[in-house]
């Protein structure tokens, strides 16, 4: 069964920092490169990092040297550090699979920064 969990989200004050988690079925998470992706009110979802399954990464340039994202390939998870958070991360982020995306998105967390 395809299945993406993410979960780490909340409510945090300019400068913070949180830790985003995806644990993703097999199918989808094994060999594979995976991203994340946010969704702001009123806006498309945007892409935010993807990593391969060998550890190389790319980066949406407005969150270069704030996100980090990484894997554990025994997990079956993907992580996003995310530090320095301002007001527009404000969003509900998600996780996929990047090439071929599964159609079936998970429930996402959603990450509020705000004082």
């Known amino acids: 069964q395809v299945q993406l969990v993410e979960s780490g989200g909340g409510l945090v004050q300019p400068g913070g920092s949180l830790r985003l988690s995806c644990a993703a079925s097999g199918s989808i998470f094994s060999n594979n490169v995976m991203g994340w992706y946010r969704q702001a009110p009123g806006k498309q979802r945007e892409f935010v990092a993807r990593?391969?399954?060998?550890?190389?990464?790319t980066y949406t340039d407005s969150v270069k040297g704030r996100f980090t994202i990484s894997r554990d390939n025994a997990k079956n998870t993907v992580y996003l550090q995310m530090n320095s958070l301002k007001p527009e991360d404000t969003a509900v982020y998600y996780c996929?699979?990047?090439?071929?995306?599964?159609?079936?998105w998970g429930q996402g967390t959603q990450v509020t920064v705000s004082s």
């Open positions: 996929n699979r990047y090439y071929f995306p599964s159609p079936s």
């Open positions: 990593i391969s399954s060998g550890g190389t990464t």
